[in-house]
């Protein structure tokens, strides 16, 4: 079983949308969670921290699911430029690395 | 400059050639790696530096050299790769070691093609 799993996609959406999507760990005792953006040809970048709790950046929101083991993120109002592909990142507890997802691809539409 | 440089910014290169890559970044960070990243695939962890110490080495061949002479510079040794190392390769820093507790900052890549 994969590390972290991810919907590739491509979740095509208009403007204005709401879109979700999910990616799921295999570790159960991974601590931290991470969303990273990456727009195409270039680096990933830190999106947003996934906290117990859940939790919220404008018109973003992830949530953690323990006991399913998968966290999520929403993106609300969708702009043009939230066209990306979203990486799930996960720790490995064993060593403390980051595990990636191959990511999910959103495209929005005007 | 700021953040995390990474030279060149693309490369091909034939099998027997010799080359390198190079990272530096700006942020004062002790935690340096090297990923591979290929198309439609998840990055791959290669190579981790903590204050200039490999600590891992995530059985990658030995085609591939790194070099951390700093905790500011990260170098990626290539000699006689093979065509399906051809991928985007990431330069990354983080504060510490610890890097599955703390954001990870990367730099643009390096887009190598081997023929």
């Known amino acids: 079983r994969k590390e972290v799993e991810q919907d590739p996609g491509p979740f095509n959406v208009p403007e204005g949308a709401t879109v979700a999507f999910n990616c799921t760990y295999s570790?159960?005792?991974?601590?931290?969670f991470f969303w990273y953006r990456q727009d195409c040809r270039k680096e990933p970048k830190l999106l947003m921290s996934?906290?117990?709790s859940g939790n919220e950046d404008g018109r973003f929101t992830a949530q953690l699911n323990r006991a399913s083991q998968y966290i999520s993120l929403l993106i609300r109002d969708s702009k043009l430029s939230d066209s990306a592909t979203y990486l799930c990142v996960v720790n490995r507890p064993d060593d403390y690395k980051l595990s990636f997802g191959a990511g999910t691809t959103v495209t929005v539409r005007a | 400059e700021t953040g995390v440089t990474q030279t060149p910014r693309h490369l091909v290169m034939g099998m027997t050639n010799k080359k390198s890559l190079k990272c530096e970044q700006h942020?004062?960070?002790?935690?340096m790696y090297w990923y591979k990243q290929s198309a439609k695939k998840p990055l791959e962890l290669m190579f981790v530096y903590n204050f200039k110490e490999q600590t891992e080495n995530n059985s990658v061949p030995s085609r591939f050299s790194p070099e951390c002479p700093n905790s500011s510079h990260l170098f990626l040794h290539l000699h006689t790769l093979q065509p399906e190392d051809s991928a985007l390769y990431l330069c990354a820093s983080s504060q510490d070691g610890s890097g599955g507790l703390g954001e990870q900052f990367f730099g643009p890549g390096t887009r190598l093609t081997v023929l």
């Open positions: 996934v906290y117990s």
């Open positions: 570790n159960s005792a991974s601590q931290s």
């Open positions: 942020l004062g960070h002790n935690a």
